[in-house]
């Protein structure tokens, strides 16, 4: 059974900085690409940042120059450090992995999510 593990979390003040992790484990054998999505009250989820396996990033326009996004394929974890918090950063975090897969006696593709984790900035 594959899971992503999302932690680091949490509620911080205006300026601050936070550090996230998710963890990809299980019978995996290729990591194609992971991302972070977030989702505030009210609104659609929407992507915060994304990698591929070769290292090619893509950020949302509001978080570039703040929020960076980097990847350990030893440990098939993905890190979102994100510094300069806005009020407005404030959202539930969800881990997101296209990942290739050991089935029973087969290999297969599969997108996976996390369970979120709640980020809050406020003074």
């Known amino acids: 059974q594959v899971q992503l593990v999302e932690s680091g979390g949490g509620l911080v003040q205006p300026g601050g900085s936070l550090r996230l992790s998710c963890a990809a484990s299980?019978?995996?054998?290729?990591?194609?690409?992971m991302g972070w999505y977030r989702q505030a009250p009210g609104k659609q989820r929407e992507m915060v940042a994304h990698?591929?396996?070769?290292?090619?990033?893509n950020y949302l326009d509001s978080v570039k120059g703040r929020f960076t996004i980097s990847m350990d394929n030893a440990k098939n974890t993905v890190y979102l450090q994100m510094n300069s918090l806005k009020p407005e950063d404030t959202a539930v975090y969800y881990c997101?992995?296209?990942?290739?897969?050991?089935?029973?006696?087969?290999?297969?593709?599969?997108?996976?999510w996390g369970q979120g984790t709640q980020v809050t900035v406020s003074s």
């Open positions: 990698i591929i396996s070769d290292g090619t990033t």
């Open positions: 299980g019978s995996i054998f290729s990591i194609y690409d």
């Open positions: 997101n992995a296209d990942l290739g897969v050991k089935g029973e006696g087969v290999l297969y593709d599969h997108n996976y």
